[in-house]
């Protein structure tokens, strides 16, 4: 069964501070990794990953992707009050042609305290 | 607004009840999944439909969910005999399906479920 682990489950730190979240993944498969940003509210998409080493960035987000050591990380610098949400990794992994589900991890609650 | 639509956003039933949810995808987009969330967790997988065909379903689908997409276009799920432990966030995504490409899946607002 595929498995997706993420840590940690939550973080609280000060604005301006630096964060990274850890996704690590065992699948059969795999085809790509995503994060998604979920506040009180559906998950909104930042990132897929599908090659390693390749550093995919947005404002002050970024993420980078290891498929020989299966995890991904997600960094946030100077963090904001805005920046408070459930990060959530996604694996989208199956053996081609019908199967294209995604399979979640639990989030790590981040909170930004200003 | 292009993005995905779901209807209704809150649903409060008794148990035993049936209830059916509607999603509606991003216009061009033939991939259509539903997913379950608890508080706490990740999204579940539900099932999946490319176009009208249904080609998986998770071992989370009871006998009692059904989801259909006749037209390709929107989706329902019901859920028939509901009991408590259906309480949940439903969520739809839809996803594009092109040629040589992985196409991210973007999520709908979500139906709120809560069984009395």
């Known amino acids: 069964e595929d498995k997706v682990v993420q840590s940690p489950l939550s973080l609280v730190v000060h604005e301006g501070d630096t964060v990274t979240l850890n996704c690590s993944y065992e699948v059969t498969n795999f085809r790509s990794l995503l994060w998604y940003k979920q506040e009180k509210k559906a998950p909104t998409f930042l990132f897929m990953l599908t090659s390693s080493g390749i550093e995919k960035k947005s404002g002050r987000l970024s993420s980078i992707l290891d498929k020989k050591e299966l995890f991904s990380i997600l960094n946030i610098t100077a963090t904001q009050t805005g920046d408070s949400a459930v990060y959530l990794c996604a694996v989208e992994a199956g053996s081609g042609g019908s199967n294209y589900k995604l399979t979640f991890g639990k989030g790590t609650l981040l909170t930004v305290n200003p | 607004d292009t993005g995905v639509s779901q209807d209704p956003r809150h649903k409060i039933t008794k148990r035993g009840q049936n209830v059916t949810f509607r999603c509606d995808p991003i216009s061009e987009h033939n991939r259509l999944y539903w997913y379950r969330q608890t508080l706490g967790q990740g999204p579940e997988f539900l099932t999946y439909f490319q176009n009208e065909a249904q080609l998986e379903k998770s071992r989370l689908l009871s006998d009692r969910f059904s989801a259909e997409r006749p037209k390709g276009s929107f989706s329902t799920l019901e859920i028939q005999r509901t009991e408590q432990g259906d309480s949940a966030m439903y969520l739809c995504?839809?996803?594009?399906?092109?040629?040589?490409?992985?196409?991210?899946?973007?999520f709908g607002p979500g139906t709120r479920l809560t069984v009395l």
């Open positions: 995504a839809s996803s594009e399906d092109g040629p040589g490409t992985v196409d991210e899946q973007f």
